[in-house]
């Protein structure tokens, strides 16, 4: 089983910063197959990366995800009040499938 | 528009039986795969297993074989998680998504399963 590590685990930022959350794998997740959720507190998660750095529909292009093998990185460029939440990473190349534990992004 | 509607929440007791469940619409059902996803309370996400309706192929996590079953019907395009018998430990939210062989888009609401004696 691949084990998904994010750090860090709560990312303190104010509006407008850049946010760069990490997704350490503990073997190589093939063909890039990583993608990336962020989920508000009451509210279901939501797709934002898919394959490591495809953006989903609708997606603000602030977000961007990047990496390969067992180091990936989703990357905020400025960040809005709506991006403060949790992110999560999920891998799909081997089965089982499994999540990483999660970056809180929280306003500083 | 693609959507994912999940039956309202449960309260149950230790032992007692449960299945709750996931409606699709706005796309074929039997085409895509769909899954369940865990989240114990203040705690992050858990892949519980995925289900094709199309061939009812069916993949669980090793965590979670054995102690629940996914089904779908796809006479009325609808997915279900089913326990036997719950635990305390059962209690959580659950979410069905679409897909789930790759990546999940999008998700239900929810529903929140609470055991408690």
Redesign the interface.
Known sequence: ?IVLTQSPGTLSLSPGERATLSCRASQSVSSS?L?W?Q?KPGQ????LI?NAFSR?TGIPDRFSGSGSGTDFTLTISRLEPEDFAVY?C?H?GS????????TKVEIK | EVQLVQSGAEVKKPGESLKISCKGSGYTFTNYWIGW?RQMPGK????MGIIYPGDSDT?Y???FQGQVTISADKSISTAYLQWNSLKTSDTAMY?C?LG???????????TLVTVSS
Do not use: C, H, I, K
Request: aromatic residues 28%.
């Open positions: 089983e197959y993608a959720y989920q279901a998660p939501r797709l898919y989903a999560y999920q799909y089965s089982p499938r499994t999540f990483g534990q999660g | 996803v992050g996400l858990e892949w993949r996590s090793p965590s979410y998504a789930g062989y790759n990546w999940f888009d999008p998700w239900g609401q929810g």
